[in-house]
């Protein structure tokens, strides 16, 4: 078997077949989730230059051909983006694709739970900002639901456990990146994480969602701009409209649906929560060494 040398991340080996194999030895590049078997023609035994164009063309697009009419956003989001799994007592355990986590036949298979977080933001008047999720999300598009919703991801600053800094910090990351929220309007210590949920939801017959939820609250007065990518409204509502959203979504009015980690926290936490984040006393009501397990 010979070999040609691309650097020091990959080696390109050429079998008597022409298969081509790439491997990977750094963390940091998001290629290592993907590296797989390539066959490709004699030509680049002869062209060095052009396998490797071939190499990585092949491995930006592997897996994506089922998956061609999902926004090109969301697709990159998916193949780019490395969540960080968990067991159920929330130690890390490795890291994957996001497209792989949220993959209900990967779920089922081989039991993959990744780590997730909540944003619930009150503006002055103890409003609570909701999103509606927009329609290329792959999973639960058009749904209502809290203020933000998104993963941790592999990488330095959002592994930090002491004081759930990593969570906090990625919380932070995504309220830019969905709704326009720059950093310095929500800083990482005003967060204040006050418990965290373990569920299981399928989205439809490929996508759903399992994940290990952190639930971070946060009262701050900040101007949003939501990023149509991710983001398809947003509004801020009082308890009792929310109590109403929550009627007509019960009652299949207006096609308003919520999002099922959600409905949730309403139906276990929010309320209970509204009123000590009203008095100033939301700390109180902190419960970080519990995992709820909720259906």
């Not at 004699?42 to 990585?56: A, D, E, H, Q």
């Not at 990023?227 to 009627?247: G, H, M, Q």
């Not at 926290?265 to 009203?278: A, I, Q, R, S, T």
């Not at 100033?280 to 709820?292: C, E, R, Y």
């Amino acid at each position: 078997m010979s070999s040609i040398r691309i650097n020091p991340l990959y080696s390109i080996f050429s079998t008597t077949t022409k298969t081509l194999s790439a491997s990977c030895s750094s963390p940091a590049v998001h290629l290592q989730q993907r590296c797989r078997t390539l066959s490709i023609s004699s030509s680049i035994t002869n062209s060095p230059r052009r396998g490797l164009n071939r190499l990585f063309a092949s491995t930006s697009t592997m897996g994506e051909v089922a998956d061609a009419g999902m926004d090109a956003v969301q697709k990159r989001l998916m193949f780019d983006d490395e969540c960080i799994l968990v067991d159920e007592n929330d130690k890390v355990v490795g890291h994957d694709s996001k497209y792989n986590c949220h993959l209900m036949e990967k779920i089922e298979a081989e039991n993959l739970l990744h780590r997730a977080f909540s944003v619930f933001l009150f503006n002055s008047k103890y409003e609570l900002l909701l999103q509606q999720r927009s329609a290329t999300k792959v999973t639960f598009p058009l749904v209502w639901t809290n203020t933000c919703c998104s993963h941790p991801l592999f990488r330095d600053s959002e592994l930090i456990e002491e004081n759930f800094l990593g969570v906090r910090n990625a919380a932070q990351r995504k309220l830019l990146d969905e709704l326009g929220i720059p950093a310095e309007d929500v800083p990482v210590d005003e967060f204040t994480p006050l418990g965290r949920i373990l569920y299981k939801a399928p989205s439809d017959g490929k996508w759903g969602e399992h994940e290990l939820d952190y639930l971070l609250f946060i009262v701050r007065d900040v101007k949003y701009d939501p990023n149509p990518d991710e983001v398809a409204d947003a509004k801020y509502v009082n308890r009792e409209e929310l109590k109403e959203i929550l009627r007509k979504a019960d009652a299949g009015e207006e096609g308003i649906k919520l999002s099922p980690w959600f409905r949730l926290v309403v139906d276990n936490f929010l309320f209970k929560w509204w009123d000590h984040v009203e008095e100033g006393k939301i700390k109180d009501v902190a419960d970080m060494k519990t995992i709820h397990k909720l259906t």
